[in-house]
Structures are given as structure tokens and as C-alpha cells.
């Protein structure tokens, strides 16, 4: 067996490396030959700039500390100051209409997450820290409109122009309703500046992602393409018939780890993989002209490890795909982010994605493939996981179990499903299309449809039907490790457990605005079809797996949905949002009935959703925010109650105050309610309702920033008044960017302590609604504390070194009834007894580049982290704790071409 496994392997990595040489082979002529036309145009003013740089990019020490947005004459720019150099990619989106700028290698250091604007096209800022490494800013737009983006080492500006929207310029009017497509990101190009006149709008040349998180949050949003960890400045299209053919770009990066880790104390609570690991990842990136009108692009991303706590597969492919990109034309095989409807579809996949313009405003998409999280489930085969279809008794010999199996009791001849055999990822075949017609100058009205099927064997906690031999009795079990060897399996039972097995939704969803309103209305209206339904009559958990839960949970709510009939269900959503001046509203309103189910848009079912927000800008130093929601579910009456959450809130906003104009302070109050109306069970009945003042002070001074925040949390229940508390909040955070001559350092500190008092019994014994508990003598006042701190610096030298250190605590001490241990009390009475834990954790590593190189690195790290709990008791051992080492490096290495 393991030389088949052996050949197997070495037959696969051979198809892998012909692949490979055969893609590059092709990459490498079409890179030439743009070379060579590239070659004969004029120098480009993107030549001009890269000849300028340096090798050296990403600096760790960037970061984002102020963003505003300016009026200036006809333009409207939004400057994004910090410190470092400021690497950006900028990314063009719509529905709703934004621009978004990743700034790889930077960090975010700024207190204030969303910065309002009255100043049109632009509606609001938001920044956020999409990952460890990399900050975005996403600009939120009313309309497209033609930009240009300048660069000045640690200051970038978007120069935005609403007046070409508008009509200020001489275009003809079959030219002014040609949406402007903002320059797709070329993951490769050299970091250049942009020119200093906008250009004229590119011709739309890719599908569109349609991501449709709110405006409003700041969240960041997922990005419409992979992200590699390169330097990314893409310079502003100019006319076709001005600017020269893109040339080819190449882009190669290996990155290994290896770490030696140790565990001490109770190993089964650790997450680590003792011993000695490695994982090692190498990407591979190429974008070329091809036709010349036309691009053809190809990534793959392949990852091993030893290390099953990474990934169980050990050897898989993370991410590849390949990528045609036309003038009215876009084919997407691989990995792909397909977003169609909030209703309908919008996650990654692997498969085929197409886009075809019908007309200047008329656009199809379709797309057909498997929703997984790795490749690897796609092509190898169900024998190397756990197989629900597999049966190892029929399929093993005497002493030689099938792969996946195992011998149980050893020695009984009996084979069963391997327990800890990996199971198979959760997949599902999907399919999905949309046609898209523009409306006006920026709305849409678009039809979708979507379609999912699961694959039985990815599904967790699968059950079958086990019939006793002699009584006959039938008794629900999960699959692995399956019957007693007194039972025999009921033929056709198996069934997954929790999820549908298929689903399709059609939707039919719309944007319209009016910019003499300034009015944007959008909506869906979408119906599932999922298999589900009614269990039959005298179904219970134990002869039917599908059996309906008790009717406080739903009665043909699609709690369990295996069976082979077809549920419907509606959905809609709408929301309309309008700004006059320096007031702004907005309103959503959405309902999700109980059957309904969009399996590709991880949609709730059985809610009932409306809120209202709006916003006030009674000076440029004081706005005022108010919001307003409710949620209700049980939208078919039948369960026995119904939860219901109502939650205003209301925010002041102070900035640029006398005292100190860079100082800003937000006060406010908010409050969650919670209602169980209808007749549940006395322990399920609840009326609680949270009460929130806060108060939030953000500091700049120079390089640091401060900043502090408070609240109070009064948690009252009407119906269990012993389980009523309150706590209190408080937050210190400490930043800084400081450089002496080269040498650049960047300190972070934070506190936070959480304290809660609570009114606890003084009989431990008593249940919280206990008659008993009705005076304040039965009480005594109780405090649990939670406090983390976190701190750490970068510490960058002139050249080659740069020096990270962080340190993280959290703590927790309880009160809590127990009863004590026979060494502590003969008696076993309850006591209220002291518990908690405390989890320090520090890292510390040192990154040496190559030739002062960022794309060529090594670094060292050393990391360790003690888990110490508390049993309460002194004459009671600890058998929790446990501490984890672990020593390591880390090789990087980036090329381009």
C-alpha cells in the first residue's frame, strides 16, 4: 500500500510540473512578445517613475493616521496622510458605487472609522484593517465618475471630478451615458504617479463584482481579486488610441516555515502540533496582452506541510485560476468571486465564471461550478476521507481494514468507519446566472437565478437507521462509527443531518436614483425551492431522523431538511437613503419567511428586519447620529413564541473643539431589548433589555495617539430579576510612529478592564427564580473582572534589520457556585469559590533582508504561551493548564518579471 501511495504521488507531482513548464513556456512568449511592442512605443511616463525606484518596498513601518475629504474648485479630493511609504491598490466597484484603496504593508492608526462628506460624488469614508498587513479605504460614491490618483511618499490623494458627471465638459449625450469603469488593478505594474489630469473614462473591459455590503459599515469588504502580497500601483488608463500595450508581467514568491514546538502540561487543550513542522507555500502570477485588445492572466497558489494541524490534505492547491479578459468579454476558470444578488449568490468558487456584454447596456453572466474551501476535495478520491458511501465490512479483508477503517473491538473481525479518518470538506455543486440592464446613469434592473446541491459525503454529523436483530427496534445513529454489531443498517438511510441537499432561488432585484432628489431606492424580491418539509405522522427522533423538534423550537420550520419534497419561500428587502444637504437618512427593510433558504447567499430564515438611520452635521465640529431597529422572527405563527429586539441608539459627535483642534469625542447611548412573547416554558421566558451610555476620546498629539473609552452596561431581566447586572468598561490605547535620522520605531499599547457586579444568592442551591430570592438579605454583591493587555513595537533600522516584539494577557476571575472537593469540605457543600484563568503570551523575531531587500527575507521568531487556570480551590490539582513553545524561521523570497 504505501508504494502505491508513493507512485501515486510521484505520477501526480510529474502531471503538476508539465503543467507548470507548459504554462510558463506560453507565459514567456507572450511576455516577450508584449516586450518587443512595448519596446517601440515611447517611453511611458510609468517607465519614467520605475526607473526612480529602489528595490526596496512594503516598509512594516507604514501606516495610515489621518484621511479627509477636501473641496477644491470643480474637484473633490480625498487625501489619505500617513507615515512610511504608502503602497496603494486601488479597485473600482459598483452596486453600490465605490472606490477602494488596499494599502499593502501599512497599518491603520486612526480612532475614527467612518469620516461623513457632503461634498458630492462623495458620501462617506471608510477605513478599516482588512488584514494584519494591510489597511483599506473604501471611498463610497453617489455615481462613477473620472479620477486620478496622486502619490507623494506617505501622502496619497484621490482627485475625484463630479463636474464631468454633471456635464460642465463638451460630450455629446450618447458619450455622457457611457458608464465610467475605473481601471482594473494590474497586480504587477511598477508603483508610478499618476498623471495630474484625470484621464477619460476606460472602456469596461471585466465583469463587475456587485459586493454588496452596506455603505454604511466599516467593515472592510472582500476584495474582487486575489491579493498578492506585492507592491501595487496601477497608473490611470489614458485613451485607447494614446496609450501603449501593457507589457507581460511575471510574479513568483516562496515562502517556507519551520518551527520546532513543544507542549507542556494537559497537550490535548493545545491547538499546536508538537515536534518539528514545516510548511512551505510558492505562488505563481503572470498577466499578458494578448491580441492586443485582449489579456490573458493565470495564478496558482500550491502549499505543503507536515503539519496536519494546517492542513489535513498536507499536500493541496490553495488557490489557482486562469483568467481571459476581452473587450466585451470575460471567461474566469479556477477560483472565482461570484457576486450576483444579496438574495441570490455572492461567495468564491471553483469552476467556470463567464460575462458577456449583449449591448452597450445590456450584460449576461453565468456560472457553473463547486463551492469547497480547497481543491483538494474536488479531485481526490472519497476513499481518502471519511466515505459515508463506503462499507468496510464488505470492502476490508481479515486483519487488512479499507482504507478509512478500522477493526472494532481489534480482533472481532468487525470493520467500521475510521472516526478519526479527515472528513471530507463540505462542497456543493452550484450554478447560477444574471442578466443585467442599465438603467439611467448608475441603477440597474437584473434578474437571478441560483442553484445548489450538496454532496452527501461532505456533510458533517451524517446519521443512519440502525434495526435492533432481535427486538426490531430502530434507533437514529451517526454514521461513524455507525450500528452495534447487534444491529443491521436500514437500506437507504442515510441522511445528512442539518443541511438541504437542494436549493435554487430566483430573484429579480433593482437600483433606480435621482440626482435631482439625490434618492437612491434599491430592491429584491427572491422565492426558494428547498428540499424540506412536514415530517410524517408519528415521526420521532428515534425512528425518523428528520423528526420535527419540539414545538418551542418550529414546527415545519426547516430545522432538519432531508426529505425528498420541495419547500417554497419568499424573501424581499428594499432600502432607500437620501441626502439633502447636511442631513442624510437611510432606511432598510427586509423579511425572510421561514421556509425560505438561499444556500449561495447564506441567507436567515423566519426574520423580520427594519431600521432606520440618520445623520446631521450641524456644524463641521458637532454631528449628531441617530438609529432606530427591530427584528421580530416566528413570521408563520407556528411556534409558541416569538423573540423580539428593539434597539435605538443615538451618538454625538464633537471634532476640531477650542481646546484642541485635533481632539474628537463621541457620547452616546444605546440599548438592546429583548422580548420572548407568546407562552414558552418558564425557563425560556424572557424580558431583558440593556441600557449603554459610552463615551469615546480620540487624542492626537504629533506622532501619538491617544485614546480612551468608557461605558456602562445595565443588564436588567423583568422575569429572573437574581441574573440583572452591571458593568463597567474602561480602555486606554497608546500608538506612535517616531523616526530619529533612519531609524524608525512604532510603539502600541492597550488596556482594558471589563468589571462586573452581580447579584448572587447567598444559597447556591436556590434556582434564580426561586420565591425565596424576593428580598436584598438573600443576596450578597459579587464582582467578576476581565482585563487584556496588549503591547508591542517595530523597531526599523536604516538598513537590512528590523525588530518586532508583542505581548498579549488576557485574565478572567469568576465567582461562581461550586461544590467543594472532599479534602476541602467532608460535606460536598456548595460554596461560592474564586475560578479564572490568565493566558500571557509574548513573540518576539528579527527580519534580516537580503541586500536590503523586502522581496528576499529571513526571519527568526520565538513565541510562548502559558494557559493557567484556576480550580477554585487549593486542595483540588490543576489539570488544565498547560504552555506552548515554539521556535522557528521563516524564508521569503519574491521575483518579478
Not at 490573458?296 to 479578459?325: C, G, K
Not at 455543486?429 to 442599465?438: H, Q
Not at 434597539?647 to 473643539?657: D, K, S, T
Request: proline share 7%; aromatic share 10%; with cysteine.
Amino acid at each position: 500500500m504505501p508504494d502505491t501511495k508513493a507512485e501515486s504521488d510521484r505520477t501526480w507531482l510529474l502531471q503538476v510540473a508539465k503543467v507548470a513548464a507548459f504554462l510558463i513556456a506560453i507565459n514567456t512568449a507572450l511576455v516577450d512578445e508584449s516586450r518587443a511592442r512595448a519596446a517601440a512605443g515611447t517611453e511611458t511616463a510609468a517607465a519614467q517613475q520605475s526607473s526612480k525606484l529602489t528595490r526596496t518596498s512594503l516598509p512594516s513601518q507604514a501606516a495610515i493616521e489621518r484621511v479627509q475629504v477636501i473641496g477644491a474648485g470643480r474637484q473633490v479630493q480625498v487625501r489619505v496622510e500617513g507615515t512610511g511609504h504608502l503602497w496603494y491598490v486601488p479597485s473600482g466597484l459598483s452596486h453600490p458605487d465605490r472606490l477602494v484603496l488596499d494599502f499593502p504593508g501599512a497599518l491603520l492608526r486612526m480612532e475614527q472609522k467612518l469620516i461623513p462628506s457632503d461634498l458630492p460624488p462623495v458620501r462617506s469614508v471608510r477605513v478599516g484593517q482588512f488584514k494584519a498587513d494591510v489597511a483599506r479605504v473604501v471611498i463610497d460614491l453617489d455615481a462613477q465618475v473620472p479620477y486620478s490618483i496622486n502619490a507623494n511618499e506617505n501622502v496619497v490623494t484621490v482627485v475625484l471630478r463630479p463636474d464631468v458627471l454633471v456635464g460642465t465638459h463638451a460630450r455629446s449625450e450618447k458619450e455622457s451615458e457611457k458608464p465610467f469603469v475605473a481601471p482594473e488593478p494590474m497586480p504587477l505594474a511598477a508603483p508610478v504617479a499618476a498623471p495630474k489630469q484625470p484621464s477619460e473614462p476606460a472602456k469596461k473591459s471585466s465583469l463587475e463584482t456587485k459586493a454588496e455590503t452596506p455603505p454604511e459599515t466599516a467593515a472592510p469588504e472582500p476584495s474582487p481579486k486575489p491579493r498578492l502580497p506585492v507592491p501595487v500601483v496601477p497608473p490611470i488608463r489614458a485613451r485607447k488610441s494614446e496609450s501603449p500595450i501593457e507589457p507581460g508581467q511575471v510574479y513568483f514568491e516562496t515562502k517556507s516555515i519551520i518551527d520546532g514546538t513543544q507542549l507542556q502540561g494537559n497537550r490535548e487543550r493545545s491547538f499546536l502540533h508538537e515536534g518539528t513542522n514545516l510548511t512551505s507555500e510558492v505562488s505563481f502570477f503572470s498577466n499578458a496582452p494578448l491580441l492586443r485588445v485582449r489579456r490573458f492572466e493565470h495564478l496558482v497558489v500550491f502549499r505543503y506541510t507536515d503539519n496536519p494541524r494546517v492542513d489535513p490534505e498536507r499536500n493541496s492547491m490553495q488557490r489557482a485560476y486562469l483568467r481571459f479578459i476581452g473587450p466585451s468579454f470575460e471567461a474566469h476558470l479556477g477560483d472565482s468571486l461570484v457576486n450576483y444578488s444579496r438574495l441570490t449568490f455572492g461567495q468564491n468558487i471553483k469552476g467556470l465564471n463567464l460575462g458577456k456584454n449583449l449591448t452597450q447596456r445590456l450584460r449576461i453572466t453565468g456560472t457553473v461550478g463547486f463551492f469547497t474551501d480547497r481543491w483538494g476535495s474536488l479531485y481526490r478520491n472519497f476513499t481518502v476521507f471519511r466515505d459515508l458511501a463506503l462499507d468496510c465490512q464488505s470492502a476490508s479483508k481479515p486483519e487488512a481494514p479499507a482504507p478509512g477503517c478500522i477493526e472494532s473491538p481489534p480482533g472481532s473481525n468487525q470493520f467500521v468507519l475510521s472516526p478519526v479518518n479527515p472528513g471530507k470538506p463540505y462542497a456543493r455543486l452550484v450554478g447560477g446566472a444574471r442578466l443585467e440592464e442599465k438603467v439611467g446613469r448608475n441603477g440597474w434592473l437584473a434578474a437571478n437565478w441560483s442553484h445548489g446541491k450538496d454532496l452527501l459525503q461532505s456533510l458533517p454529523a451524517a446519521n443512519t437507521i440502525c434495526e435492533d436483530l432481535s427486538t426490531g427496534v430502530r434507533t437514529a445513529r451517526v454514521v461513524s462509527p455507525g450500528c452495534l454489531p447487534s444491529e443491521t443498517e436500514v437500506a437507504g438511510s442515510r441522511r445528512p443531518s442539518t443541511e438541504a441537499i437542494n436549493n435554487d432561488v430566483l430573484s429579480v432585484d433593482t437600483s433606480l436614483e435621482s440626482r435631482a432628489l439625490r434618492l437612491r431606492l434599491r430592491g429584491e424580491y427572491a422565492y426558494s425551492w428547498t428540499s424540506g418539509g412536514t415530517p410524517p405522522a408519528g415521526a420521532n427522533p428515534n425512528n425518523f431522523l428528520c423528526a420535527s423538534q419540539p414545538s418551542i423550537v418550529g414546527g415545519a420550520v426547516l430545522d432538519s431538511r432531508c426529505f425528498d419534497g420541495q419547500v417554497g419561500g419568499y424573501a424581499g428587502r428594499f432600502e432607500i437613503a437620501q441626502r439633502l444637504g447636511k442631513f442624510n437618512w437611510r432606511a432598510d427593510y427586509a423579511r425572510f419567511q421561514p421556509n425560505f433558504f438561499s444556500a449561495n447567499a447564506r441567507q436567515i430564515r423566519d426574520l423580520q428586519d427594519f431600521s432606520i438611520r440618520s445623520e446631521f452635521e450641524f456644524a463641521r465640529q458637532f454631528t449628531v447620529v441617530g438609529l432606530w431597529r427591530r427584528s421580530n422572527d416566528n413570521l408563520n405563527g407556528r411556534r409558541d413564541f416569538t423573540s423580539l429586539v428593539r434597539a435605538p441608539e443615538v451618538r454625538l459627535i464633537f471634532r476640531e473643539l477650542p481646546v484642541y483642534r485635533r481632539m474628537s469625542i463621541e457620547v452616546g447611548y444605546r440599548e438592546r431589548n429583548l422580548d420572548f412573547a407568546g407562552t414558552p416554558l418558564a425557563t425560556d421566558l424572557r424580558k431583558r433589555s440593556t441600557r449603554i451610555p459610552f463615551m469615546s476620546v480620540g487624542l492626537p498629539i504629533g506622532s501619538t495617539q491617544l485614546s480612551f473609552d468608557y461605558e456602562h452596561r445595565h443588564d436588567g431581566d423583568a422575569v429572573q430579576a437574581p441574573l440583572s447586572s452591571d458593568t463597567d468598561r474602561f480602555a486606554f490605547g497608546y500608538r506612535g510612529n517616531y523616526s530619529w535620522g533612519r531609524w524608525g520605531l512604532s510603539p502600541l499599547f492597550r488596556f482594558e478592564l471589563e468589571r462586573l457586579n452581580k447579584n448572587v444568592p447567598i444559597n447556591p442551591q436556590l434556582s434564580a427564580i426561586d420565591s425565596t430570592l424576593a428580598f436584598p438579605a438573600d443576596f450578597t454583591d459579587a464582582f467578576d473582572t476581565n482585563r487584556s493587555v496588549q503591547a508591542g513595537f517595530l523597531l526599523e533600522a536604516p538598513r537590512y534589520l528590523r525588530f518586532e516584539g508583542f505581548y498579549r494577557e488576557f485574565n478572567s476571575l469568576t465567582l461562581s457556585s461550586l461544590r467543594a472537593s472532599a479534602a476541602f469540605d467532608p460535606q460536598l457543600r456548595f460554596f461560592y469559590l474564586n475560578q479564572g484563568f490568565k493566558r500571557p503570551s509574548w513573540r518576539t523575531s528579527v527580519t534580516y533582508k537580503l541586500a536590503n531587500d523586502e522581496n528576499k527575507t529571513v526571519t527568526v521568531f520565538y513565541e510562548r504561551t502559558n494557559n493557567f487556570f484556576d480550580t477554585g480551590q487549593p486542595l483540588v490539582p490543576d489539570l488544565k493548564s498547560f504552555r506552548e513553545t515554539v521556535i522557528g524561521a521563516t524564508i521569503l523570497v519574491r521575483s518579478r518579471w
